[in-house]
């Protein structure tokens, strides 16, 4: 099994362009969710799924939008980057009957200039 | 603001010593993570705690759950360099919030020969 993967592992953008971070997983789990990891901030929830078709906004979901068509995908988009969207985000998954005990992937860094 | 806070912030021993991370909040949670991150990579899941009062232990590392549900803590018996790295708890379950884990900002250890 791969786990969890993305891809970039890193990007640069400039501010008002357009990405999306793609994230897969092979453990059939039903929960994936995205987060941004900023410098003393721990980790902050951005959007999650509880299945296909099924999202939900976490803490910080503003300038960010994401969509599950299928178990094993679940990609963020950034429609217009902005600076403040300079970050390390991850993405996890999990099975519904405990959607805390998460796997993580490596991680895409991000700089919006 | 952050649900659940962590201390210290920054930790530096030398290969041998003990150690203890706290893990603090004001809500009570159905379960708390014990997660660690090397630089450049995603957490890994260490230890689940749900039962108030509940002790695991991990080798050298030994998690205790608050009575109330509302607080943790990570001790190290006899550091390693190995053991270096972020140390973050991450709550989930507080009401209407399936499916949102919560994290605290970490605590950076660093265990030098």
């Known amino acids: 099994n791969a786990g969890v993967t993305q891809t970039p592992k890193f990007q640069v953008l400039k501010t008002g362009q357009s990405m999306t971070l793609q994230c897969a997983q092979d453990?059939?789990?039903?929960?994936m969710s995205w987060y941004r990891q900023d410098p003393g901030m721990g980790l902050r929830l951005i959007h999650y799924?509880?299945?296909?078709?099924?999202?939900d906004q976490g803490e910080v979901p503003n300038g960010y939008n994401v969509s599950r068509s299928t178990t094993e995908d679940f990609p963020l988009r950034l429609l217009s980057a902005a600076p403040s969207q300079t970050s390390v985000y991850f993405c996890?998954?999990?099975?519904?009957?405990?959607?805390?005990?998460?796997?993580f992937g490596p991680g895409t860094r991000l700089t919006v200039l | 603001t952050q649900l659940l806070e962590q201390s210290p912030q920054f930790l530096s021993i030398q290969e041998g010593e003990n150690l203890t991370v706290y893990c603090n909040s004001s809500s009570v949670f159905s379960s708390l993570q014990w997660y660690r991150q090397e630089p450049g990579e995603g957490p890994v899941l260490l230890v689940t705690v749900v039962t108030g009062g509940e002790v695991k232990k991990l080798k050298r590392l030994t998690f205790q759950f608050g009575d109330a549900r509302k607080d943790s803590s990570l001790h190290i018996t006899a550091a390693q360099p190995g053991d270096t790295g972020l140390y973050l708890c991450?709550?989930?379950?507080?009401?209407?919030?399936?499916?949102?884990?919560?994290f605290g900002a970490g605590t950076q250890v660093v265990v030098t020969p």
């Open positions: 996890a998954s999990s099975y519904n009957r405990d959607p805390n005990e998460q796997f």
């Open positions: 991450a709550g989930g379950g507080i009401a209407d919030s399936w499916g949102k884990l919560q």
């Open positions: 453990m059939n789990h039903e929960y």
């Open positions: 799924s509880v299945g296909a078709g099924i999202t």
